[in-house]
């Protein structure tokens, strides 16, 4: 951190309504930025810069404009609201060469890099840092097992940590988004834009306990992808991209809050990367019916359940019953990971044309290393076969290759018509407002991990935690719906027969509390017919929302309370921490005057004990009503609202 004293003020952006700001000063030849909410420093002065074949800024004084810019938009794709409305004020610094733009906007702060060289130009570093200004709390995700020993290459599906500064292992490397709690305000910070060069990554230096500081990858320039699995990068450059010399680098964004509540609500990732170009007119976001997660778990069928084609029939009739869109064909359709050779089980042409006459799309699993440098081959003949998307797995690694490949097997992908979920990936970062055939990324410790991760695991607080770090970034798909539910006593791992931790109603509620457009319901469908009741509420949860708004009560570890509306429907829905409460929704933001059937799905009084019982009620409701609803420890709820008909 440096004395503010000793800085020299370039520009200070300010947001219209007054309250964000962004300042860019000079210290000598360093550039350095701070971010403050309604007067208080949020995080100190810290130096940024961006190393490019010599050019240097503060080098010399730079010619500062300003601007307004408005980033309003129809987001017909987006998961939060279908319009933004934001307006930015802004202002650049051009050093010659190399420019440094900053934006202002109620929800938070950004700023971004532009160069102005011909042809090809190397990046070798870029300086960043983040330093809480006075006391702080994070909530952070460490980088989980590294691949080969190497920091960089991991599968981003870790548990969130909650604490201070100080306590971030040096050892390890922290993902973004990063959140910071203070006391009457937060900040998250992610990306957006990220093209054709890598994630940005922190760690803590050993002797620096309050701040953290980039680490990001070299640029790749040797692979290991013999296990047609994971691509292992076994040498890299002196640089982190090789790259356009005229261009734009990501936008290093600062969402900003009264609250924690208010980072959920956030929408500038969405409102800083490019909208899309063409028509994606025939994108349809869709729950899904997948098969790894319950190990293919069909009971009472006459035939062997497992990867072929009688049973991705009865995936596919299942779908079709409750009007699921999709059905995924997960890991072992092809032969040893050769995506175009099937194995003789699976008859691709019979479950085509079975899932065309039901109506459903068939969704395919395979890794990304066999992709590459192929996706126009592959991707163009199962489209021509009548495959509606791929499920792409195992990047495990952030650097500009992999956001190279993530960018063109979007566009590929999109001019066939084909829709893709981007797993074992980093955060996303808006490549889902570009391309909206991109509807899901993972990058989350989700319920997938359920089935190797054992009961000293809290995932009932993680889950929470999850909405304030990862969620912030984006579409998340952590795949909710277990039917087989215990409490965190009784939780144990187990990767044929998976279960979650907490209540059935708190599966429930995440459908509508997590983001996605690809939405899985994880578990079989034999037991989700079993109580077609509850799996027909599910399945009527909208992916895309008119509005969003999460409770102001809501907080990191002990509860998760939001509101949205989808047409004339409203809804709400919670998650409790690991104490259970009671929690009171007040109906005040019902039309005033309208009677609604309130669908209330909750706990029950003995779901502390069992977490597979719930109650499934109905009652009408008006403006004037508060719904009390009592949740067990590892509880919720899913409520719907709809006007009643005259």
Same mark, same amino acid.
């Given at each position: ?43 100190? *002065? ?248 319950? +190990? ?57 044309? +079975? ?60 001019? +066939? ?10 955060? *996303? ?159 005040? =933001?019902?039309? *005033? ?14 779901? =502390? ?8 009620? +109905? ?28």
């Amino acid at each position: 951190m440096l004395p503010e004293a000793a800085l020299a003020v370039l520009m200070t952006v300010t947001s219209p309504d007054g309250s964000n700001a962004i300042t860019i000063s000079r210290d000598g030849e360093q550039i350095v930025y701070a971010v403050s909410r309604n007067g208080k420093a949020l995080l100190a *002065p810290t130096p940024i810069g961006l190393d490019i074949q010599g050019l240097k800024a503060g080098a010399s004084a730079p010619k500062v404009t300003t601007f307004a810019r408005d980033l309003s938009a129809d987001t017909p794709f987006y998961t939060k609201r279908a319009r933004i409305d934001l307006k930015a004020n802004g202002a650049t610094a051009d050093f010659g060469g190399l420019s440094l733009t900053a934006l202002a906007t109620d929800q938070g702060v950004a700023y971004r890099w532009e160069s102005a060289l011909p042809g090809e130009a190397e990046v070798l570093s870029e300086t960043f840092a983040v330093a809480p200004a006075g006391e702080a709390e994070l909530l952070y995700a460490y980088n989980n097992t590294p691949h080969r020993g190497d920091l960089l290459q991991n599968s981003f599906e870790s548990p969130h940590n909650r604490g201070p500064i100080a306590g971030v292992d040096p050892k390890r490397l922290v993902y973004l988004p990063l959140t910071i709690l203070y006391k009457g305000a937060a900040l998250a910070l992610t990306e957006a834009e990220l093209r054709d060069f890598p994630g940005l990554n922190l760690c803590r230096p050993a002797d620096d306990p309050a701040r953290l500081v980039a680490l990001m990858a070299k640029l790749p320039t040797a692979e290991d992808g013999a296990n047609r699995r994971q691509s292992f990068v076994t040498a890299r450059a002196g640089c982190l991209a090789r790259t356009q010399g005229t261009r734009t680098y990501p936008w290093r964004v600062f969402m900003l809050a009264d609250n924690v509540a208010g980072l959920y609500d956030n929408d500038l990732v969405e409102a800083l990367s490019e909208p899309a170009q063409g028509d994606f007119s025939w994108v349809k976001p869709g729950e899904v019916a997948w098969e790894w997660w319950n +190990h293919w778990g069909l009971d009472d069928v006459p035939f062997n359940p497992g990867v072929n084609t009688d049973t991705y029939k009865a995936y596919i009739d299942f779908a079709a019953e409750y009007g699921l869109p999709y059905v995924i064909m997960d890991e072992g359709w092809a032969v040893k990971l050769d995506v175009m050779n099937i194995i003789p089980q699976v008859d691709l042409p019979a479950i085509l044309a +079975h899932a065309k006459a039901k109506g459903v799309g068939i969704i395919l699993w395979c890794t990304w290393q066999q992709l590459i440098g192929r996706q126009e081959e592959i991707l163009g003949h199962y489209a021509k076969m009548g495959v509606k998307g791929f499920k792409i797995d195992f990047f495990d690694r952030d650097d500009a290759l992999v956001a190279q490949f993530l960018y063109k097997t979007a566009a590929v992908a999109a001019k +066939h018509k084909l829709l893709l979920a981007y797993h074992g990936v980093h955060k *996303p970062t808006g490549l889902s407002r570009t391309f909206p055939n991109v509807l899901a990324y993972e990058g989350v410790f989700g319920l997938e991990q359920a089935k190797w991760t054992g009961n000293g695991m809290d995932f009932i607080t993680n889950d929470i935690r999850l909405a304030f770090g990862r969620l912030l970034a984006g579409p998340m798909d952590y795949t909710p719906g277990a039917m087989r539910n215990a409490t965190r006593q009784a939780f144990r791992a187990n990767g044929r027969r998976p279960m979650s931790m907490g209540t059935r109603c708190r599966q429930a509620a995440l459908f509508m509390l997590y983001d996605t457009n690809l939405r899985m319901l994880c578990d079989s469908p034999s037991a989700y017919a079993r109580e077609p009741a509850y799996t027909r509420f599910l399945a009527d949860v909208p992916l895309t929302w008119d509005d969003t708004r999460c409770d102001p009560a809501s907080e990191p570890d002990t509860l998760l309370l939001v509101r949205r509306a989808a047409g004339e429907d409203r809804w709400v829905a919670a998650i409790v921490g690991a104490k259970g409460q009671t929690v009171k929704v007040p109906l005040r =933001d019902l039309a *005033p005057g309208v009677t609604y059937t309130a669908t209330i799905l909750r706990d029950s009084p003995i779901s =502390d004990a069992v977490p597979t019982d719930y109650i499934l009620q +109905h009652r009408d409701v008006t403006a004037q009503d508060t719904l009390t609803l009592p949740c067990a420890p590892g509880g919720g709820f899913l409520v719907r609202l709809t006007p009643k008909k005259k």
